[in-house]
């Protein structure tokens, strides 16, 4: 891409944010917007709700059936009848109505205790889904803190790209005062231009960069893209993580892990609930009906009955081709391959949690010779400075010192940002990220 076209994205830029003023977002404010507005924890918690709602003792079975039920009927008939003993009844539009009313009851008493299992099931249910909202919740959150320390990052990159400018325009300028003594060549010069050019292109490209991150993270917090704000200068990272806490807190909180026991759990009511079915099933029944029906054509003109009624119904299933004998065991089944793949999940906890560990001991040894580098990179550039000023140092070596310096910081930039993913990384593995 021309220099060109990055000046003109520049200016586009400049003027997006004249319209959304800069304005300081930490890190905490970031995660406290996200979780009002991420729509995957939006959706997450409508999920969470639902199974709230399903653990309820009606959805379980305890509660009884009411169904209330009622008609009026109206029929109006031309009707011819001859009986035996010779009478007959002959009409035309005669007319009947009719009114049925009646309320049942039906309550299950006795289940094989396939009700208590359903109701422990819904709040096993219930329970799974707070823990993929936590989960879902973590993982927006470490979006969040990934994103929001890449921008931080990028940030830190673009100050190194325009200090480097600094540095190629004092360059040029001492260049262009030797040339008029006649101490420099414009060969010289033009080579310090180019490198100030590459340094400016460098710089709106980082620009560019850095801004697309921005829309990217104002659309994982779900809200306006073109806001622009500012972010924190530095990136903290916890020192002295013990392994073994972490482990033990990963037992205890992975959510992962979690969730993988509550499988386990909600297996073993399957199993129960298909083991119910062998036992009988006694409900209780009650009514009350209402009749009253006139007919003008009929023997009996009028007809009114009410009442009620109440017993006891008793079912029990014998045989049914073993199918119930058949879902009994398929449950059992699947409560084993539940607990194998707990046993299995612990494992892969532990095996990312142990390499994630190592990754930060590592990478906490890298930055601190990052830290080292920059330092020495720093003096030598300082000294080389002096040394071309004084002509002891060609441009093009004071060049090689210059991008030696810029690669050093640019090194200690990604030291920082990868430390700081690791210790990101532990905290989640561990369920403690939501802690910190």
């Known amino acids: 891409m021309k220099i060109e076209n990055f000046l003109v994205i520049g200016i586009l830029l400049l003027a997006a944010t004249q319209i ?11 995660i406290n917007i996200a979780l009002k507005n991420n729509y995957d924890i939006l959706l997450a918690k409508n999920d969470a709700a639902i199974s ?6 009606g959805n379980a079975g305890f509660l009884p059936k009411i169904d209330v039920t009622g008609s009026q009927t109206k029929t109006v008939t031309d009707t011819k009848q001859e009986y035996s003993d010779g009478r007959t009844v002959d009409k035309t539009g005669a007319a009947s109505n009719s009114t049925n009313a009646g309320v049942a009851l039906t309550w299950t008493i006795f289940d094989g205790l396939k009700m208590f299992t359903t109701y ?9 889904g707070d823990l993929k909202l936590r989960g879902q919740i973590e993982t927006s959150v470490s979006d969040v803190i990934q994103t929001y320390y890449n921008i931080v990052q990028q940030k830190y990159n673009y100050r190194v790209a325009k200090e480097s400018i ?5 360059r040029v300028k001492l260049i262009e005062e030797k040339l008029s003594v006649g ?5 010289d010069l033009l080579r310090a231009k180019v490198d100030l050019n590459s340094d400016k292109s460098n710089m709106l490209n980082q620009e560019v960069t850095l801004n697309a991150l921005k829309v990217t993270f104002n659309g994982l917090l779900a809200r306006n893209v073109a806001i622009d704000f500012d972010v ?20 205890k909180n992975n959510v992962d892990l979690l969730q993988s026991q509550k499988n386990i759990n909600i297996s073993s ?18 009514g009350y009906n209402y009749l009253n029906s006139a007919a003008d054509a009929n023997l009996v003109r009028a007809n009114k009955s009410y009442g009620y009624n109440y017993g006891l119904s008793f079912s029990w299933n014998i045989f049914n081709g073993f199918n119930t004998q058949l879902a009994y065991q398929n449950a059992l089944i699947t409560l084993d391959k539940n607990e194998i793949i707990f046993q299995a999940t612990k494992i892969e906890i532990e095996s990312s949690l142990l390499i994630s560990f190592k990754n930060y001991e590592k990478n906490l040894e890298i930055l601190k010779l990052e830290e080292e580098n920059v330092s020495t990179a720093k003096e030598n550039l300082d000294l080389a400075l002096e040394q071309l000023k004084l002509g002891s140092l060609s441009p093009l070596e004071f060049r090689e010192v210059q991008k030696s310096y810029t690669a050093a910081q640019s090194r200690l930039s990604s030291a920082r940002y990868a430390a700081k993913m690791s210790e990101k990384d532990l905290l989640k593995q561990s369920g403690e990220l939501l802690q910190n």
């Open 20 to 30: 959304f003023p800069q304005q300081k977002l930490t890190l905490k404010e970031a």
């Open 52 to 57: 709230g709602n399903n653990y309820s003792l």
């Open 120 to 128: 422990s099931k819904l709040r096993e249910y219930k329970e799974l």
């Open 166 to 170: 600094s540095i190629s325009e004092e």
């Open 183 to 187: 101490s420099a060549s414009n060969l």
């Open 232 to 251: 924190d200068e530095t990136i903290d990272i916890k020192e002295g993580l013990s392994f073994t806490s972490l482990k033990e807190a990963a037992f």
């Open 269 to 286: 009511y399957d199993a129960g609930i298909s083991k119910s079915d062998f036992f009988p099933r006694i409900s209780l029944n009650s």
